[in-house]
């Protein structure tokens, strides 16, 4: 099946540093990818979508300067989360679509700020 | 706000026996619904998708939709210690932009050997 990857799938970092996270497609292009979030215990909360030459749509509640999503190419979109705190720790998932009814969910990738 | 419930479990299953688990919706125009499988630390996997009413049965896995009533459940025959894990049941969200999913809170599933 298609492979989603992230980068990295483990990231520590202090309060007010900002933190980039990379959704990879490795074999197919994705004109349209999401982010996820998953708080423990929690079930996974839609982002925003990542849609490649454009803006991306936030999903109500979530701060569009301070989930920064870059989608620059059709294999590439970035998650940057901007001065990060303690309450940003949480399980960050990508999915890339291919064609109409199929998605792809990445490893994630596990954010701790201190 | 469309919301997709699902039971918080945990459910304990006997090991060889079914598990049976059960997700409602409130949009009644939801065509399309999804069971992943997301074990400790991971990502979900997808399982399943049905789109009609009725049975669709893959390997020990069957998903069952009743629009009417406005729910979806899935069952694992023959449990295994390794379908433990949580159980997601998912919507779209809108019908013009696939893959923006509404997930349920996940039911977690242990197979007792």
């Known amino acids: 099946g298609a492979v989603v990857s992230q980068h990295p799938s483990r990231v520590i970092c202090k309060s007010g540093t900002s933190v980039k996270i990379e959704c990879r497609s490795l074999?197919?292009?994705?004109?349209?990818m999401f982010w996820y979030r998953q708080f423990p215990k929690q079930s996974l909360m839609l982002m925003a979508t990542?849609?490649?030459?454009?803006?991306?749509?936030?999903e109500q509640g979530v701060e569009k300067d301070k989930f920064l999503i870059n989608h620059a190419s059709l294999t590439l979109s970035t998650l940057t989360v901007t001065s990060a705190h303690p309450e940003d720790s949480s399980f960050y998932i990508c999915s890339a679509r291919l064609g109409k009814e199929t998605q792809y969910f990445g490893p994630g990738t596990r954010l701790l700020v201190l | 706000q469309k919301e997709v419930e699902q039971n918080s479990g945990p459910l304990s299953v006997p090991e060889g026996a079914i598990a049976s688990l059960n997700c409602t919706y409130s949009?009644?125009?939801?065509?399309?619904f999804f069971w992943y499988r997301q074990y400790s630390g991971k990502s979900p996997e997808l399982i399943m998708s049905?789109?009609?009413?009725g049975d669709k049965e893959d390997g020990r896995f069957t998903a069952q939709l009743n629009k009417a009533s406005q729910y979806v459940s899935l069952l694992i025959r023959d449990s295994q210690p390794s379908d433990s894990a949580t159980y997601l049941c998912a919507a779209p969200m809108t019908t013009d932009s696939w893959g923006k999913f509404q997930f349920g809170a996940g039911t977690q599933v242990v197979v007792t050997p």
């Open positions: 049905i789109y009609s009413n």
């Open positions: 949009d009644r125009g939801s065509q399309s």
């Open positions: 990542s849609n490649e030459g454009s803006k991306a749509t936030y």
């Open positions: 074999d197919f292009q994705a004109t349209t």
